[in-house]
């Protein structure tokens, strides 16, 4: 009896580990393989981030990575604004064509922006990146609310 117990075990052992077992992988769709995933037809990948620098100030930290050479890369917009009461007040904004903000005929851009603000004062910081060739464009939007410290 223990010769044939210790024999089911050993062939459904070998069974489990040679039979085909359903994937993940199976089930997702042809037309995007794992290697070439990305955020967008225009965009590879972006990162956006706010920072408290001390003393009221802000760095807006952008980058944003093409899918090949884009004709225009970089900020589309950036606007910050602050809370007066209950209510939010445009102070400051850029946009794709001021200094600092994209580039022209490049597959990448990444900069850093600099905001003084008023120590104890509420501020909102809405920037979007984007990227864009002959063919079209797309934007990734993120918003920070911080005090200034």
Known sequence: MKKILVHVCATTLVLCTVAPLPTFAAMLPEAVPLSVQRASEYISHSLISVNREGNGEFSITFSVYGTGKMSRIGAKSIVISEKVGSRWSEVESYDQYDNGMS???????????????????????????????????????????????
């Open 103 to 149: 580039r022209v005929n490049a597959s990448s851009y990444a900069n850093t922006i600099y905001f003084d603000g008023d120590i104890g004062t509420e501020y909102r910081f809405e920037i979007t990146v984007f990227a864009q060739d002959p063919s079209g464009f797309d934007t990734e939007s993120e918003t920070y609310t911080l005090m200034a410290v």
